[in-house]
């Protein structure tokens, strides 16, 4: 049904048919009438398992992603544990990017093995580890945070799918940095793309969701593996067995973030792209981690999967008594942990969203200030940070 922006706005939103609303009615029902035993209506029975208004969010999210098939959940941490619940088994192994959103980094390093699953995180910007690690484990998932949270690294999503490939492995890309409005991993050779949609596809920091969508024809069998049948009917499975469903109005609230994504991306991350550049000459910040930056070490596979560069930035200041002053310094920037909103946030990643990394080998910098740009004007963002490093400095410097 036509360009990205047309389907974010059309895809699921019928008109109402009875009362003629331009927006379908939210359905909360939590179960559906049937004439006839086990004979639903439009084949909704009881919302666990299927509701309308989850139904049409789950459409254009894979619609925008071109996937086959989503599936929305009650955070992007449950959407992770779902995918890998259905992609793997005990005794299989998972080979990942290190530096992931610190939740998930717990998920493999705490809840994998105790499913008797084993987790193994490298450094996959370096292309040579992760042939190394793909070929030397025969994993039964890769997977990818690109960007990835909070050092903004770039790993090239095409050659890893085809190394992945290689061994039979699944890609899973968490594309909660980039969105579908500016990165499609499917299109790349992922095979599933998750979401936290608490980020830039709600949009407000008003909503927790999650979701995961599936490229088409995905089957669990590989070589080597014995289970036959389709990798979202198994994810689904897994959703509905384990009850993690998001409520209908919180589908409601992703479904009309969707439709201003590509909207508020774009001009946060134009915005973004201006604040790291005018980062780059305060003589204070040691650092500028942002892949539209032609310095970047992973600018030019990002200028090639990405058509803009997100609305994240981080910075690193040399000092960790420094980095917690700036945080602590804004006015406008408000100290706090998430991200994609429309209002700018600032925090400390070692103490605030990756605690669980401290003391291993993927442990933050302690000197990293990682900014979320929202919708403010650029000049007035820059203006509070340049106030709030000078008072910093004079503080701490
Ligand atoms: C990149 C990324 N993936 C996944 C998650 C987890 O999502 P949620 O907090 O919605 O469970 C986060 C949360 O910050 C994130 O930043």
Redesign the pocket.
Known sequence: MGEFATRAVHVGQSHDPVTGAVVPPVTFASTYVMDEVGVPRAGYDYSRSGNPTRSDYEAALASLEEGERALAFP????A?DTVLRALTRAGDSVVYSQD??G??FRLFNVLLPAEGKHAVGLDATDSGELRAAIFGNKPRVVWL?TPS?PLLDVIDIAATAELAHSVGAFLVV?N??ATPAQQLPLKLGADVVVH?T??SIGGHADL???AAVFAAGLELGRAGVSETGAVPDEAYWWQNATGAVPGPFDCWLGHRGLKTLQTRVRAAAGSALQIAAALTQLPQVAKVRYPGLAEHPGHEIATRQMSGFGQVVSFQVGDPDLAKAICEGTELFALAV??GAVESLIEYPAAM?HPQKADTSAAIPADLVRLSIGLEDTGDLIADLSQAIARAVAKHG
């Not at 955070?75 to 449950?78: A, D, E, R, T, V």
């Open positions: 955070s992007g941490l449950s992770e992931v959103y939740g998930t945070e949270n968490d909660t940095f936290s608490t980020k927790v969701g999650g998430s991200l969203t």
